[in-house]
């Protein structure tokens, strides 16, 4: 854009030349800002601005009007066969037509995404080369670029800087060089060069805590690569890593090649060491081999395959340790996931779904010596499942066929009842919701079956391997209006059973049917409210909910699958006592419940939730799980909730059992968060369960700084808080009975700007009498690498709403650095 406080003198053999140039540069400028033409004339004393564009016309003859606007396109103009404008400006030009412009005085030339300013600026229009020379700043794409001289062939972006300084966008890296020669607008070599993020300081003592120095360093910003030759990286002045060559990432982007090492202590491993490498295969593909080296047992070699495609995806991890020291054996693991939808090519059939979840170890002992899964956050379980199945619907029908088998890690001192392998399940469906039905609409009907054959070690389960065939016809009408609703049902239940072996009553045959009859009611009662000097919708709403099932003999049954369901709002209001299919309880009860809330009017948010439930027997329940006693209460444990969101920061949620015959609180739960900011909460949670457990548990995040005033500036999630902060980290849970932690994580995290130091000691609970405790400590040098064993993911798997430090979640604009 032309600068009116500026004079333009143009030698007259010229001036039509530099005009045309000019003319073409304001057509250009149009979606940046208000652009002018300059009428040429020899006797003309200043520039005249006119928001036409010189020498075009509409379809009618008028003159074409320039107009300003607001939109900035992310992506540079251009592209194969497109010619851009070139943009020039300056105290003084002078120059031959075609041939060449001479710039003097704040100079400044634009095309593209690209600007280059200096005292003075040469532009030979032949060979599309730009020299400049004095004060040169250059602006690619938001990339930034100071040095004293430059030389540059536009079109390709080719040229050389003598003694630059330059600053990336996409991490904030910067350095300097001796010479940086540019390969293209995507890659450039700067010779004896330096890089880091640390943002400059004043002086000229300044040092970064982290700097590379490397006798040249490639930048690829296509691949957001850098390499560096001859390289050492320095931490606060410390050599830390010398090598040949080494590469790092210019941003998040997946590139191949050696991952940082990771270093950790064990309780069981002793020290670790592993050295990851990192494949990017495909866009949708990628693999990292992981060799660790653990002092205590040996070297173990895992690996991650992962992919990804419009109709499945799926990931593979697995490792194998030859001659574990600790057991004197190989060891090994695996665990596959694959979710996808395939397509037949039958047109009656269509997509078929597959679903596989394998996991599978070498020995008893995997879950005590190998305490965290692949993923390195979650504990190794005892009971590993193998499931696959696959799926398939059309319209209102679906179906399934699955095969379910476990591998149970015993422990001599804490035995398992396995759970019975499925081999196969196979289940089937049919649901239709608002069905017109003989002039009556509204109806909603379903049948489900299930036939599964159940197969397992009968010297543990002690019950005989069975097929089992099971069927759920229902069929409801609801009837909902918005003051109230209410919904009668009925379903029937049948099962039959075939035994590999005589059962309690002799037989090898059984079968069962019972029906049920449920009527749910509820009404809903609002009004206009204020409270704590605020607006509210405050709601009244009460609920009733009848059962109705026979009693039918069922002691004589193995159970396969049934257990019994939790008390708490989501089950107190169903038909059946119990989840699976080998049990249906008998009913003859009323449930009755009230639930108040109050909820913001503008936005529907629930800001407070009271609720209240009780069931009322009227004859008491036989139908039991094996080993327990009939329910013989007239009126359950009363269940009371309360749910408390009144302000951004604070959160509280509660439930209570409580017996009103003994006045005992069989179970309660109370737990609450407080977050007031970023990088500030802190929760907490209070479990007992009567003659069970009793447990302590409290999670935090919490800038130390705050203890001596220091707040900070709060710069967003992902940004921290600035330089010089520590934080606190960690959760404790403790069990009263066992007077004792059960799981602990302790850590501190400092933010030094450019560099995250982290030190976090977990200690985790393996069986009654063993636990594990591991060390592990990080240093992120931000935007660069991350060095040491990783905590972040212990760190946010323990401490909810946990934030990192820093996380990148929206890609600067080139315009951050626009001039």
């Known amino acids: 854009m032309h600068r009116a406080s500026r004079s333009l003198f143009i030698h007259s053999p010229v001036a039509h030349a530099v005009l045309s140039l000019v003319s073409c540069t304001m057509l250009g400028l149009g979606h940046v800002g208000t652009a002018y033409a300059q009428s040429p004339g020899p006797s003309q004393g200043k520039a005249q601005e006119q928001p036409v564009v010189p020498g075009v016309r509409t379809s009618d003859g008028s003159p074409v009007q320039l107009r300003s606007s607001s939109m900035l396109a992310e992506q540079p103009p251009g592209g194969p066969g497109i010619e851009l404008p070139t943009f020039v400006y300056g105290d003084n030009l002078s120059g031959r037509p075609e041939l060449e412009i001479i710039i003097d005085g704040n100079a400044e030339l634009r095309r593209g995404g690209s600007a280059i300013r200096s005292d003075r600026l040469e532009y030979d229009q032949s060979t599309d080369v730009v020299k400049a020379r004095g004060n040169v700043r250059v602006n690619s794409s938001g990339n930034l670029f100071n040095g004293p001289e430059l030389e540059l062939k536009l079109d390709t972006f080719e040229g050389f800087f003598t003694r630059p300084d330059y600053k990336f966008l996409q991490n904030g890296g910067h350095g300097v060089a001796d010479r940086v020669d540019f390969l293209d607008d995507k890659r450039l070599t700067a010779h004896n060069a330096t890089f880091t993020t640390c943002e400059r300081g ?64 064990d309780s069981v491993s002793g020290t670790s060491v592993s050295v990851p490498y990192y494949f990017d295969i495909a866009p949708n593909r990628d693999a990292t081999f992981e060799p660790t080296f653990m002092s205590k047992r040996g070297v173990d070699l895992a690996g991650e395959y992962r992919y990804l495609e419009r109709n499945y995806r799926g990931e593979l991890h697995a490792s194998l340790m030859p001659d574990d020291r600790l057991r004197d054996r190989n060891r090994w693991s695996y665990n596959y996931l694959h979710n996808g939808v395939y397509n037949t090519g039958f047109a009656g059939i269509g997509n078929v779904g597959v679903n596989l979840n394998l996991n599978r170890v070498s020995d008893d002992n995997y879950w005590r010596d190998f305490s965290r899964s692949g993923s390195g956050s979650v504990l190794t379980q005892r009971l590993l499942p193998s499931d696959a199945s696959l799926t398939w619907s059309r ?48 109806l909603d009907y379903s049948v489900s079956t299930d036939f599964t054959r159940f197969e397992s070690d009968r010297t543990l389960t002690r019950q005989p391997n069975a097929s089992r065939a099971f069927a759920l016809a229902q069929i409801s009408r609801p009837w909902i209006r918005p003051g109230g609703y209410i919904t009668p049902k009925l379903m029937l239940n049948t099962t039959t059973y075939q035994f590999d072996d005589a059962i309690i009553n002799g037989a090898r045959s059984a079968s069962r049917t019972v029906p049920t009859f449920s009527l749910d009611s509820g009404l809903v009662f609002e009004r206009d409210a204020s409270y704590f000097g605020r607006a509210y919708t405050q709601t009244l709403e009460p609920r009733a909910f009848y059962v109705r099932t026979p009693y039918r003999d069922q002691s004589y049954l193995p159970n396969y699958d049934s257990g019994a369901n939790d008390f708490n709002f989501a089950t107190v209001f169903t038909e059946n006592a119990f989840v699976g299919n080998d049990r249906i309880s008998d009913a003859n009860l009323l449930t009755l419940g009230v639930t108040s809330r109050l909820l913001d009017p503008e936005t529907g948010a629930e800001a407070l939730r009271l609720g209240l439930a009780q069931r009322l027997r009227f004859e008491e329940q036989r139908v039991t799980l094996p080993g327990v006693a009939p329910v013989n209460d007239r009126f359950s444990d009363l269940l009371l909730g309360a749910t408390v ?47 069970v457990s009793e447990q302590y548990d409290v999670g935090w995040q919490w800038p130390i700084n705050d203890l001596w005033g220091d707040k900070g500036k709060d710069l967003g999630a992902g940004r921290g808080q600035g330089a010089g902060r520590w934080y606190t980290v960690g959760r404790l849970n403790y069990s009263v009975p066992d007077k004792k932690f059960v799981d602990m994580v302790l850590g501190f995290e400092y933010d030094g700007c450019c560099w995250i130091g982290r030190v976090v000691l977990e200690r985790s609970q393996q069986s009654t009498s063993s636990n594990a405790t591991r060390l592990l400590f990080q240093l992120e040098l931000v935007g660069f690498s991350r060095i040491g064993s990783n905590p972040l993911k212990t760190l946010k798997a323990n401490i909810p709403r946990y934030q990192y430090l820093r996380e990148q979640t929206v890609t600067p604009s080139r315009f951050t650095n626009y001039d």
């Open 202 to 265: 004043e002086g000229p003592s300044w040092m970064p805590a982290w700097i590379v120095r490397a006798s040249t360093i490639k930048f690829d910003k296509e691949a957001d690569v850098g390499e560096a030759s001859g390289g050492v990286l320095r931490f606060m002045d410390v050599p830390i890593l010398a090598a040949p060559t080494f590469t790092f990432p210019l941003s998040d982007k997946r590139k191949s090649g050696l991952l940082p090492p990771t270093i950790g202590l």
């Open 645 to 691: 969101n009144l302000t951004k920061a604070w959160s509280l949620d509660s439930t209570v059992q409580y017996n009103p015959k003994t006045n005992i609180s069989e179970r309660s739960t109370l737990g609450g968060r407080y977050s007031p900011s970023n990088y500030r909460v802190i929760n907490a949670a209070y479990r007992r369960q009567r003659n």
């Open 395 to 442: 319209g209102f029908f679906a179906t399934s066929l699955r095969t379910l088998t476990y591998q149970t890690l015993q422990d001599v001192n804490a035995p398992i009842v396995p759970p019975y392998n499925r081999v196969p399940q196979l289940t089937a469906s049919y649901t239709r919701v608002n069905v017109p039905v003989a002039g009556l609409d509204g």
